[in-house]
């Protein structure tokens, strides 16, 4: 893990390549790895590690509102499941949406330091199985140099956080931009429905779910007007 702590550039040089996410999927024995910021009901977005499993699973965790990164962040401590088959009870949407996926195991690790939280260290395996104490020691090291990266890429150290519209630089996945869509179609139901704004995300979650569509598209529709959940026929 070292090498790859390297590659990152020891908290300031070379920063989140792609290849350095390579290269840590390699040596904690994973077929997948990612980071990304977020530490509330609304998800983790994605800024680092472009995998298409990847971002798979963190579309089908905000769609559902449950998943491993999401109890990270919310506990702050680490979720390591060696096998998605078992967690039906624990996960009763995402355990099986995952499965389906092609991911049996799931590891995410909190990227804090101290009361203050950026996010989530999310590993995955296609096969069940474990970290082994080695691996989960070079995880968590790699989870602390990733938060120190992470917080000053925010602070512009070396480089800015970015933004909406802004184009991404090596290593950092396009701005992810349906969130504000999610958030617009929450409050439109809100008001049609008279309903709280939890309540009214759960309904566009449920809708979503029952339906086999990505939350953002839903979303979409809400905005757009092409779709209204209080009608018998959405």
Same mark, same amino acid.
């Given at each position: 893990?070292?090498?790859?702590?390297?590659? *990152? /550039?020891?908290?300031?040089?070379?920063?989140?390549?792609?290849?350095?996410?390579?290269?840590?999927? @390699?040596?904690?024995?994973?077929?997948?790895?990612?980071?990304?910021?977020? =530490?509330?009901?609304?998800?983790?977005?994605?800024? %680092?590690?472009?995998?298409?499993?990847?971002?798979?699973?963190?579309?089908?965790?905000?769609? &559902?509102?449950?998943?491993?990164?999401?109890?990270?962040?919310?506990?702050?401590?680490?979720?390591? #499941?060696?096998?998605?088959?078992?967690?039906?009870?624990? %996960?009763?949407?995402?355990?099986?949406?995952?499965?389906?996926?092609?991911?049996? +195991? #799931?590891? +995410?690790?909190?990227?804090?330091? /101290?009361?203050?939280?950026?996010?989530?260290?999310?590993?995955?395996?296609? =096969?069940?199985?474990? *970290?082994?104490?080695?691996?989960?020691?070079?995880?968590?090291?790699?989870?602390?140099?990733? =938060?120190?990266? &992470?917080?000053?890429?925010?602070?512009?150290?070396?480089?800015?956080?970015?933004?909406? /519209?802004?184009?991404? /630089?090596?290593? %950092?996945?396009?701005?992810?931009?349906?969130?504000?869509?999610?958030?617009?179609?929450?409050?439109?139901?809100?008001?049609?429905?008279?309903?709280?704004? @939890?309540?009214?995300?759960?309904?566009?979650?449920?809708?979503?779910?029952?339906?086999? !569509?990505?939350?953002?598209? #839903?979303?979409?529709?809400? #905005?757009?007007? !092409?779709?209204?959940?209080?009608?018998? +026929? +959405?």
């Amino acid at each position: 893990m070292a090498a790859v702590i390297a590659l *990152l /550039g020891g908290g300031g040089g070379a920063g989140l390549i792609p290849e350095a996410a390579a290269a840590a999927a @390699a040596t904690l024995g994973v077929d997948g790895i990612c980071a990304g910021v977020g =530490t509330g009901p609304d998800g983790i977005v994605l800024t %680092w590690g472009r995998e298409g499993i990847s971002v798979a699973l963190e579309e089908v965790e905000f769609t &559902l509102g449950q998943g491993p990164s999401l109890d990270c962040v919310t506990a702050g401590t680490p979720v390591l #499941v060696a096998d998605l088959a078992d967690a039906g009870a624990r %996960w009763p949407a995402f355990a099986p949406a995952a499965v389906d996926l092609g991911v049996r +195991a #799931v590891f +995410a690790l909190p990227l804090r330091i /101290g009361a203050i939280s950026v996010g989530v260290l999310l590993a995955y395996r296609v =096969t069940a199985g474990s *970290l082994r104490g080695g691996q989960l020691l070079d995880a968590l090291a790699l989870a602390d140099t990733l =938060t120190v990266l &992470l917080l000053r890429r925010a602070r512009g150290e070396p480089g800015r956080a970015i933004a909406d /519209g802004a184009e991404p /630089g090596p290593g %950092w996945a396009a701005p992810t931009t349906h969130r504000a869509e999610v958030h617009q179609a929450t409050g439109m139901i809100s008001v049609q429905l008279e309903v709280s704004l @939890a309540e009214a995300l759960v309904r566009l979650r449920a809708h979503a779910y029952a339906n086999d !569509r990505p939350l953002n598209e #839903v979303a979409a529709d809400v #905005v757009a007007r !092409r779709l209204r959940l209080e009608d018998p +026929a +959405a």
